[in-house]
């Protein structure tokens, strides 16, 4: 029991010295760690305003000038295809020929419609001529008097005039026939179906002996689809912060995957002012003259990004971000100061920053959200700079 006394305030004793020694050592140890408030060193680069000169990789795709898919624009029967896959044809060429049993009936009916309407016309002209002749002979007579009664003189009027107006009716008719016999001639012309345009045939879908007629929906088959391959649509969706400075008759360089190594070159030809609302983007279309390449395929154009008035960069280094912002770190009175800025376009290892800056700020070289704003710097200019 006596021990047992002696070894309690001994135990607590020791706990007491660990303690105070483990609070001694902590202290120690942040003596000799550097005070938070010691200037740190860092690198700085000068903001640098210049004028934006630079090329970006942009998708495009290369499209026919003119491409159409061939419907007839009356139903018949496929009577002969003079090209497939692959004919190279020209405007005005014919290409197909249908038959179409019911405008050979219509045209017998038209014909026989205008010859009905040209006898009738016949026949009350002759009327007219004969009612006429009898009216000029009582008016000769009439000017005896009492030879002709003045009924009888009337009466011959009359006739005349109804005559010409039966004549009038004749010569309607005539031209209303003839109107229906030009109408079925012209039915008859779409039977041939010719080339719009110089071009390729890159579609065949129907065969002589097949029902074809005009589109009636999605599910309706086109007889041919012709291409016009000497000249190509280079369409690019260029984004639009990019959009303000494109102009027509610029040249552009691109390459295609069929001819790895070599660069082609266009002019923008058209521009469509107006800004995709799902993408974004605004289409600009070079004009490519070359019959080496294939229409469909993609293509990367370098395309030229410049400015009319002067902007501001920074090495890419000195831009960084975190989950709510984009900033450089720039050094304001001896001190970190975050500064929010907008990316633009990067050229030669330089980025175009839009904030709260200005031409000969020093911004540190590379930025880290670990800098906290705030924070004591001593400056030093980056090698090179």
């Known amino acids: 029991m006596t021990a047992s006394r002696f070894c309690l305030p001994a135990i607590a004793g020791l706990v007491v010295a660990v303690v105070l020694a483990g609070c001694d050592d902590r202290s ?22 210049q004028r934006l000169n630079a090329t970006l990789s942009l998708p495009a795709q290369i499209v026919p000038y003119e491409t159409v898919a ?8 496929i009577e002969s295809i003079r090209v497939d896959r692959g004919s190279h044809v020209k405007a005005g060429e014919l290409l197909v020929r249908l038959y179409a049993p019911e405008l050979v009936a219509q045209r017998a009916q038209a014909e026989a419609s205008l010859q009905t309407a040209q006898s009738q016309l016949v ?42 107006a039966q004549v009038e009716a004749g010569q309607n008719s005539v031209r209303s ?4 016999l030009r109408s079925i001639a ?24 097949a029902l074809a007629g005009p589109t009636s929906g999605q599910a309706q088959q086109p007889i041919l689809r012709i291409e016009d391959m000497g000249r190509l649509r280079l369409i690019v969706p260029v984004p639009e912060q990019y959009a303000a400075g494109v102009r027509e008759g610029q040249q552009v360089a691109f390459t295609v995957p069929s001819y790895p190594g070599q660069s082609f070159h266009a002019l923008i030809a058209r521009i469509s002012h107006d800004i995709n609302q799902n993408t974004r983007t605004m289409a600009v279309e070079l004009e490519v003259r070359n019959s080496e390449i294939t229409p469909g395929i993609f293509a990367t154009v370098q395309w030229p990004i410049q400015r009319a ?23 304001r009175q001896g001190k970190a100061e975050w500064i929010d800025v907008k990316t633009g376009a990067t050229e030669n290892g330089k ?35």
């Open 70 to 77: 061939i419907f007839p624009k009356v139903t018949g029967f």
């Open 177 to 180: 026939a003839q109107d229906a």
């Open 351 to 385: 980025a175009e920053v839009f904030g709260d800056l200005k031409a000969g700020d020093q911004v540190i070289a590379r930025a880290s959200d670990d800098l906290a704003p705030g924070t004591p710097v001593t400056v030093r200019p980056l090698q090179g700079q």
């Open 309 to 331: 008035y002067p902007t501001l960069f920074v090495p890419a280094s000195a831009v960084t971000s975190n989950l709510q912002r984009t900033f450089v770190i720039a050094v």
């Open 123 to 164: 026949a009350a002209q002759a009327k007219l001529t004969s009612d006429e002749g009898t009216y000029q002979h009582l008016t000769s007579a009439a000017k005896t008097p009492g030879v002709v009664a003045g009924n009888d003189l009337l009466v011959a009027e009359q006739t005349a005039a109804a005559d010409r």
């Open 28 to 49: 120690s140890s942040r003596r000799n760690q550097p005070s938070s408030t010691s200037p740190q060193n860092v690198n700085v680069v000068a903001v640098e305003s």
């Open 186 to 209: 012209q039915l008859e012309s779409y039977l041939e179906i010719r080339a719009p345009f110089d071009g390729v045939i890159t579609e065949r879908n129907l065969h002589p002996g």
